[in-house]
Structure formats: C-alpha cells, structure tokens
C-alpha cells in the first residue's frame, strides 16, 4: 500500500478501492466516486462509469444489453467489493446490493453491514 493510500479516510480508501476494481475489471474506471459510511450502511455513488463501447451500444438503443453486462461484471466483482468494505472497516457485510443507471451515468454499490459488537 502506498503511502497515500494509507493516510486516507477508511471512504477515501474504499471509493478508490472500488474506482481500482472496476477498472481492472472493465478497462475503465469512473471519473467520480463518493463513499458514505452510515451506522449499518456503506454506499459507493460513481459517476462517468461506461466504457468507450458501453456508450456505442448505448446510443445504438441497446441500453438494456449494457445493463446486463455491468449486472454481470457486479456479480463477479461481487466477492472482491465486498472484501475492500470488510478489510477497511474490520466489519463483516450481510448484504451487496448494487444497480446502474443509464442517463445519467451513474452507478451505486450499497453494503449493509452486520451490527457492530458492543462492550
């Protein structure tokens, strides 16, 4: 871990994880990621998501088929999304949920996580 990385907040350190992530995973990240951290509830919010050929498909009318595939790239992200939530807060996630959306071009990440122990 670089040293920048390591003087980030645990939300500075998740957005970009995920910005990381997707972009390993799709050849292009998102210019904008915001993370918010609530008592039981992580969400990512990323802004400027499609790829070059997402945005082709899309003003071909094939909307629909670019959101399947960022469903499908979810899925298999899913286990690695959730890994950078657990390490960074040192909490377990219960739930994943994610979506997309097409115009405008944002995407969201939300992580439920289990309660925290009390002492």
């Known amino acids: 871990m670089d040293q920048q ?3 980030q907040s645990p939300s500075a350190k998740i957005a970009t994880s995920v910005v990381r992530l997707l972009h390993e995973y799709t050849g ?6 915001k993370t918010t951290i609530n008592e039981h509830v992580v969400t990512v919010l990323l802004a400027d998501t499609l790829t070059t050929g997402e945005r082709t498909l899309v003003a071909h009318g094939h909307d629909d088929r ?15 999304l959730v ?3 657990e390490r ?3 909490r377990k ?11 405008p071009d944002l995407a969201v990440e939300v ?7 009390t002492m």
């Open 83 to 85: 890994g950078i939530v």
């Open 93 to 103: 996630v219960i739930a994943f949920m994610s979506q997309n959306h097409i115009a």
């Open 5 to 7: 990385h390591a003087s």
């Open 28 to 33: 292009r990240g998102p210019t904008k990621a």
């Open 66 to 80: 670019v959101l399947q595939t960022r469903c499908d790239y979810q899925t298999a992200m899913r286990d690695e």
């Open 88 to 90: 960074e807060l040192d």
């Open 111 to 117: 992580f439920v996580l289990e309660a925290a122990e």
